[in-house]
């Protein structure tokens, strides 16, 4: 008895347990999920420092003159040094540089004229206290929890770690996964095939996928249709995750959900009311593996991938569901009855959907003219806007 695309998801998502964590230095942490909190270790930026290169004055001199005496220089790098008390003078500064001690604004270089030890000020440029220095503190403070545990670690969360003293961090451990295609039909990729016999592609395309999402797997020969199972339970054992494509269908041919059933796993669902995708199913392996059998056509079998398979790996790896983002179509798209459309679409520049279907769901080459696609509900629903789902 099919289910519903919600109410399948909803079931995948129920029977995650969340993955170990491990202790990664810095280095080796992009795409990983952070699982611990990240606070500051002292105030950040921990001195006034200086924003452009230029000069340190003291804005009350300005009603003096606008001819400066230049009395030392201030790089980045070292200890804050003190301004004269003596009128019209300044420091030479760079910009990271600490802020000189009794100056209060920053002239850019661009606003002067220099000769020799001298410097004049632009009659153009006002000058105002505090401008162009980054106040210490400003950012953050001591202590204040800058990340939080479930973020995904990109440059910008490397980069506040790393400011921090963060040499080691405590993220999710990366899932073992298995990708199995299946079928007497597939040869490899440098084979040359007969003329009933074509390349495989699926377990390629998934692995990509699961690649670029930060999820590397495994990709086993493909099963033959009078496989016995020892193949499965051998990857079982060595699996947090396994996915197969193909033969999970009705067909007198479609082996899988037999198999699956007879190394002991226990069925979650078989059979979503979705296009593309109907016939996806779900297990669990006798230890707790997920185990999700696409369909074997190239197009249903990558757009269950996004739909379900990469979604609850997010999940399990401490993330919150993906918020998809929203879209308007170019033109008004009726849903089909009783069933969940997963409809591929180019994005205009204008950020509008236009419908790019394929002839159908093995016309892989059809999906490079799309971005990915619109999950439209079952004809009656009205959605606020569609969810897309690009491809990965």
Known sequence: MMISFSEALNLLLEQLSPVNSEHIRIEDVSGRVLRQEIQADRDFPPFDRVMMDGFAMRVVDYSISRCFEVQGCAPAGQAAVTLSNVPMSCIEVMTGAPMPIGADCIVPVEETVRSANNVIVAESFDPVVGRFIHRSGSDAAKDEVLLRSGVLLGSREIGVAASFGAVELLVSVRPQITVIPTGDELVAVDALPMPHQIRQSNGHAIRASLRSAGYPSVLKE???????????????????????????SKGARDFVPQLLDTIGCRKLFHGVAQRPGKPIGCWLGPCGQIVVALPGNPVSALTCLHAFVLPALACASGLPLPKRRHVTPTDTLPGLSGMTHHLPVVLSDDGRARPAPTGNSGDFIGLLTSDGFVTLPPQGEVPNGLPFTPWI
């Open 222 to 248: 493909p099963l033959k249709d009078d496989d016995n199972g020892d193949a499965l339970r051998r990857a079982l054992e060595s699996s947090d995750w396994l996915i197969l494509t193909g033969a999970v």
